[in-house]
C-alpha cells in the first residue's frame, strides 16, 4: 500500500475478538488497512507489540464547565488525551450559562475549536421555561444530543425540567434522531431526605447516600421512560447506579421503547466503604452504593445490559471538596485518567474479555452519538483514534494527572493496566508521560444524521 504515514502493531482489539500481532495503516488520519503479521511500510511505526490497540475512547460524560471556576476544554481534553480518550462529549451546564440556543452552541464550538487537544462532540440542553423552542436549531448548530434533569440543583445553571416540559422536549427531539439523556433523581424525595437527614445531625460521607436512595433514582428513571415511551424519543439515563434502574431500562427494552441506560465507571468500581476512606472526595450524584449492588451491577455488564460507560468527569478544585461535612461539598470527580484502568482491572478480575472494555467505552458511545463508524472502533476507512494498553500493575497517583484537580477518588488504587499511548487521526497525543497534542488540534464533531 502507497504512501501510509503510520502502521502501528500490536495486539488488535477488534469487536468480537483480538488479533494478535496485528498491524493498524493509517494515511491521512485514517485507517486504510487491518492485518495480521508483518506491517506494511509508512513514513512512521509505532510499536506496541505486547500491548493492547484499543480504538480510541469515546467519555460520553464529561463536564468541562460545570465547576466554579471550570477546568475548561483545553485543560480537560488534555487529560482526556493522557486517559486515552481520544474523543469527549462535553456536557452543557457550564458555569458561564447553559447551552440553551444556537448561538451560545455555535460559540462553544468555536472555543472547542481553538483549544481543544482532542475531538469533542457538545450536548445542548434548554432553558426551564419556554426552551424547547430551541431544539431544531441546537440539531442544526451539531448538537449529538441533549440532557435534561428531573433534578434541579440550581434554577438556571442545572434547572429541573418538569414532566409536561419534558414530554415536548422529547417530542421536539424525537424526529432529529438526537437522543435525550437526563439525570434521574426525584427532586421531593431527595430535597425531603436531605433536610431531614441533615436535621438529625448527619454529616459524615454515608449521610449522603442515605440522603439519595436507590428508590429516589428508581423512580425518576421509570418517568424518563415513560416520557420517552409517550414521545416515541430516544430516553437516555445518563448515570444509573442501581441494579433495579438497569432492570427498569431492561423492562422498557423489551417493549420496544428506545430506552438505553449508562453507568459512571465509578459505579462499577467504588462502593460505601471505600467513602470512609476516601470521604468528599467520593461525593457524587447519584451516590455511590454498597459493595453488593456494585457486584449486581457487574452482572448486567456481563450481561449486555448496559449501552455504556462513562466518567462523569468533573475536576473540581480541592477547597470545594474537603469540608468535613458531607453536604458542604461540590458532586462529582475527576474520571478521564482512571476510566480506562478502572474498567480494564474490574473486567479481568470478572473474567471478562477486553472486547467488553471496547464495547463499552468506545463502540456503545459511539454509537449511542452518532458518531459511528467514523470513531468507537478499528476498521478501514474509521478515523485512526487509538489508545495503547500496556498490561502490568501500576498505582493511580492523582498527583501525576494532567487533570486540573490534584485529587481522586481512584488515588492509591492498583490497576492492570495504564495508557503507554493516544492517538487522534492518527496523531500520537500521548506518549505515556506526557501530552503532544496543542490547543485547536482537536476537532468539533458533528453526529452523523
Ligand atoms: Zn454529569
Known amino acids: 500500500m502507497a504512501d501510509l504515514d503510520l502502521v502501528v502493531s500490536g495486539n488488535l482489539v477488534l ?15 485514517v485507517i486504510r488497512e487491518i492485518g495480521e503479521g ?10 506496541a507489540r505486547g500491548k493492547y490497540v484499543l480504538p480510541g475512547v469515546v467519555d460520553g460524560h464529561v463536564h468541562t464547565g460545570s465547576q466554579n471556576p471550570p477546568e475548561g476544554i483545553a485543560r480537560s481534553s488534555m487529560a482526556a488525551a493522557a486517559g486515552g480518550v481520544s474523543t469527549i462529549i462535553d456536557m452543557p451546564y457550564d458555569d458561564v450559562g447553559p447551552i440553551v ?38 440539531v442544526e448548530a451539531g448538537a449529538c444530543a441533549f440532557k435534561f434533569s428531573t433534578y ?19 417530542k421536539a427531539a424525537a424526529p432529529t434522531g438526537v437522543v435525550c439523556g437526563v439525570h434521574n433523581e426525584n427532586q421531593e424525595m431527595v430535597d425531603f431526605l436531605v433536610s431531614k437527614i441533615q436535621e438529625e445531625g448527619r454529616t459524615d460521607p454515608a449521610a449522603h447516600g442515605l440522603s439519595r436512595p436507590p428508590i429516589a433514582e428508581a423512580l425518576a428513571m421509570a418517568e424518563i421512560y415513560e416520557l420517552g415511551a409517550a414521545a416515541n424519543c430516544r430516553a437516555h439515563v445518563v448515570h444509573c447506579s442501581i441494579p433495579r434502574g ?10 420496544g421503547v428506545k430506552a438505553t441506560v449508562e453507568v459512571c465507571v465509578h459505579y462499577l468500581t467504588i462502593d460505601e466503604d471505600d467513602m470512609i476512606r476516601v470521604g468528599p472526595f467520593g461525593k457524587i450524584n447519584p451516590p455511590i452504593r454498597p459493595r453488593e449492588m456494585v457486584e449486581a451491577m457487574w452482572g448486567h455488564v456481563a450481561a449486555g445490559h448496559i449501552d455504556f460507560v462513562s466518567t462523569d468527569h468533573s475536576a473540581w478544585p480541592r477547597d470545594v471538596k474537603s469540608n468535613p461535612n458531607i453536604f458542604k461539598n461540590a458532586s462529582g470527580a475527576p474520571g478521564l485518567e482512571a476510566l ?5 482491572t474490574g473486567c479481568e478480575q470478572r473474567g471478562l474479555p477486553v472486547t467488553t472494555v471496547a464495547k463499552l467505552i468506545c463502540e456503545g458511545p459511539a454509537k449511542h452519538f452518532l458518531l459511528y463508524p467514523r470513531k468507537g472502533v478499528l476498521a478501514e476507512g ?16 492523582a498527583a501525576k494527572t494532567v487533570t486540573s484537580a490534584d485529587w481522586s477518588p481512584y488515588d492509591g488504587m492498583e490497576f492492570n493496566v495504564r495508557i503507554a499511548g493516544t492517538f487522534v487521526r492518527g496523531k500520537l497525543v500521548w506518549d505515556g508521560n506526557k501530552v503532544l497534542a496543542q490547543p485547536g488540534d482537536g476537532q468539533f464533531l458533528k453526529p452523523i444524521l
Open 15 to 29: 469487536p468480537d475478538r483480538v488479533v494478535e500481532d496485528g498491524y493498524v495503516a493509517v494515511s491521512d488520519g
Open 38 to 47: 508483518a506491517p506494511p511500510a509508512a513514513k512512521e511505526s509505532y510499536d
Open 101 to 138: 440556543d444556537a448561538e451560545l452552541f455555535r460559540a462553544k464550538v468555536g472555543v472547542v475549536e481553538r483549544e481543544a487537544h482532542v475531538d469533542v462532540g457538545l450536548f445542548a440542553t434548554i432553558r426551564k421555561e419556554d426552551g424547547v423552542k430551541e431544539i431544531p436549531g441546537l
Open 152 to 170: 434541579e440543583s440550581h434554577p438556571a445553571r442545572f434547572p429541573r425540567i418538569k414532566p409536561i416540559d419534558m414530554l415536548d422536549a422529547f
Open 246 to 255: 438497569i432492570e427498569i431500562c431492561e423492562s422498557y427494552k423489551k417493549q
Open 340 to 344: 480506562i484502568p478502572a474498567l480494564y
Open 382 to 397: 474509521s478515523d485512526a483514534d487509538m489508545a495503547i494498553l500496556e498490561p502490568g500493575r501500576f498505582v493511580f497517583d
